[in-house]
């Protein structure tokens, strides 16, 4: 079975159709690393995969692709979602972005990338990045669970 992890990278696995979503996911990180287990969503055929469920379940087969990502935002407990455009990027295209405690909205992408250059950095406080209406930093401190949770970053990171 072939995974797509993002971009044109691609691994290959060879697993039983028997085995579960949760222990594919096992085998994903052993074999790549980067994205937590817990932090990992499939896809096959546009349809996220269970966990408890078997591939077979999926009627998913050798040779098929097989879409990691990150879990959706949606899933993220106690997180408020908007369709406001990023704060960052100003990308305005429909997705769902996250609300932080500020009341700034961020996408997934932007987040990644503020996250990282806060650990290249070495900062240990998270500060809104955005400007008030009035033209001023915002300067509000971000949960760090919560910013993990929104980013995409590796293990190591």
Known sequence: ???????????????????????????????????????????????????????????????????????????????ILSFEPDMLSLDESIEARAKMSCGHVISTESMTQFMRSIISERKYKIICPAYKGNGKPCEKEWDYAICKEIAVLTAEE
């Open 1 to 79: 079975m072939k995974l797509a992890c993002g971009g044109n990278e691609e691994i290959k696995l060879d697993v039983n159709s028997n085995i579960t979503v949760k222990i594919l996911k096992h085998k994903i990180y052993e074999s790549r690393p980067i994205l937590p287990e817990s932090k990992m969503s499939l896809e096959h055929a546009s349809v996220m995969l269970k966990d408890e469920k078997p591939l077979s379940f999926y009627k998913i087969k050798s040779g098929d692709t097989i879409m990691q990502s990150k879990v959706h935002l949606e899933y993220v407990s106690g997180l």
